[in-house]
């Protein structure tokens, strides 16, 4: 795959449920971001994950997000307990090592939580 | 508490004829400043960047202007075509930070042939 996927592209979910994204950066990227677009808005950085250090959590919305990144590679952003406010566009993006260079983004996950 | 500001959420512009895209931020602490281009259904693309010890950057028809006084930048086309139709993002990032982006608001371009 030459560039970023997510997964699904759309979710629909009752409130209350739990929902999970995924991110599959590019090959060889050893930064990945999520951000978050809510109608009418920029993009809102969440959670940042650079090598193996401790990611960098400081824009998650509430203690119902969270994600984690396997192998250095594949991550996966959880919501729990869904609230109507929450549905957005989830977009992920990676880039080679951080600081600052390109990061290339995914199309995103549509959710909408009714 | 918005870092980067996009004042104007559209602009409508002639095919041939310059488009100025503004962006403004509050944070002093800001070390490098890029321009997103989106389109529907797709995730942002890189389109150019500039860091805080320039003033201006050039790649074919888009230009980027950073005034750090008035804390300001600006993403000139030209010319414009149809197919920079699109919304632009400015975003800014420290760079000890890791490179995480703050974004504006974004602004809708639309070129008219």
């Known amino acids: 795959g030459a560039g970023v996927s997510q997964s699904p592209s759309n979710k629909v979910t009752e409130k209350g449920k739990d929902v999970e994204l995924r991110c599959d950066p590019i090959s060889g990227h050893t930064a990945l971001y999520w951000y978050r677009q809510s109608l009418g808005q920029g993009l809102e950085f969440l959670i940042y994950f650079q090598g193996n250090s401790a990611p960098d959590k400081s824009g998650l919305p509430s203690d119902r997000f969270s994600a984690e990144r396997t192998g250095g590679s594949v991550s996966t952003l959880t919501i729990q307990r869904t609230q109507q406010e929450d549905s957005a566009v989830y977009l992920c993006a990676s880039s080679l090592a951080g600081v600052s260079d390109e990061q290339f983004f995914g199309p995103g996950t549509r959710l909408t939580v009714l | 508490d918005q870092q980067v500001k996009q004042n104007s959420p559209s602009l409508s512009v002639q095919e041939g004829r310059i488009s100025i895209l503004n962006c403004d931020y509050t944070?002093?602490?800001?070390?490098?400043f890029l321009w997103y281009k989106k389109y529907p259904a797709e995730g942002p693309t890189f389109l150019i960047s500039i860091s805080s010890i320039k003033d201006k950057n050039e790649d074919g028809r888009f230009t980027v202007f950073l005034n750090k006084s008035a804390k300001h930048l600006s993403l000139h086309i030209v010319p414009s075509q149809p197919g920079d139709s699109a919304v632009y993002f400015c975003?800014?990032?420290?760079?000890?930070?890791?490179?995480?982006?703050?974004f504006g608001q974004g602004t809708e371009l639309s070129v008219k042939p």
């Open positions: 975003a800014a990032s420290i760079y000890n930070q890791g490179g995480k982006l703050i």
């Open positions: 944070n002093s602490m800001f070390d490098y």
